[in-house]
């Protein structure tokens, strides 16, 4: 079974600090990785994708993937109350599999 | 149309009913998911099809359920018999693939209560 390992949180960030929110995966012939963020109520929606080992930044995003390790992460720079949500980590080789979530709660 | 359009946005039925929820993707995505999520929890896998080839069904937590996908288009998720338990919210979505940098859109989701 293809299985998406995620810490569930809360994890909780003052306002302007880096959060880094973690993700792990059982299937080593992956291929392409995903963070999705999802408010209260809401679908799904794109932040980042990645698949080539090392970093991929993307404004205040960066993906971080390790393919040795089986371990894909997000930070988020100078964290904002509006980045409070549920961030999906999705993986595919075939089928598209997401983690349970973690979710981050950012204090003004 | 513009997005992924699931229907109805939300279903109430009684233990035992069948229910059918439709999924109509953005024109021309080969790929197309169906999860379900039930409250507080994360995606849960259901069932994936992609262009012409055999469904991935791995994820169909029982018999009862079943889905299909007609002309490469529209899809239909049946839940038969159904049971407390099956309430959640059923999400569709579809992609060009599962490569690179494909990336799925989803639907608004169908809220599925069996009382």
Aim: net charge negative.
């Amino acid at each position: 079974q293809k299985e998406v390992e995620q810490n569930s949180g809360p994890l909780s960030v003052p306002e302007g600090a880096i959060a880094s929110l973690n993700c792990t995966y059982s299937d080593r012939g992956s291929q392409s990785f995903f963070w999705y963020r999802q408010y209260s109520g809401k679908s799904p929606e794109l932040i980042m994708f990645i698949y080539s080992n090392g970093d991929k930044e993307d404004g205040r995003f960066t993906a971080q993937l390790n393919k040795a390790s089986q371990y894909v992460s997000l930070l988020i720079r100078d964290s904002q109350p509006s980045d409070s949500a549920t961030y999906l980590c999705a993986v595919t080789g075939t089928a598209l599999i997401f983690g349970k979530g973690t979710t981050l709660s950012v204090s003004s | 149309g513009a997005g992924v359009s699931q229907s109805p946005s939300n279903k109430v039925t009684e233990k035992g009913k069948d229910v059918e929820l439709r999924c109509d993707p953005i024109s021309g995505h080969t790929a197309l998911y169906w999860y379900r999520q039930s409250l507080g929890q994360g995606l849960e896998f259901l069932i994936y099809f992609q262009g012409n080839s055999a469904p991935d069904k791995s994820g169909l937590p029982s018999d009862r359920f079943s889905a299909e996908r007609t002309g490469g288009s529209v899809s239909t998720l049946t839940i038969q018999r159904t049971q407390q338990e099956d309430s959640a919210v059923y999400l569709c979505a579809s992609s060009f693939g599962t490569s690179g940098d494909t990336e799925a859109f989803f639907g608004q989701g169908t809220r599925l209560t069996v009382v």
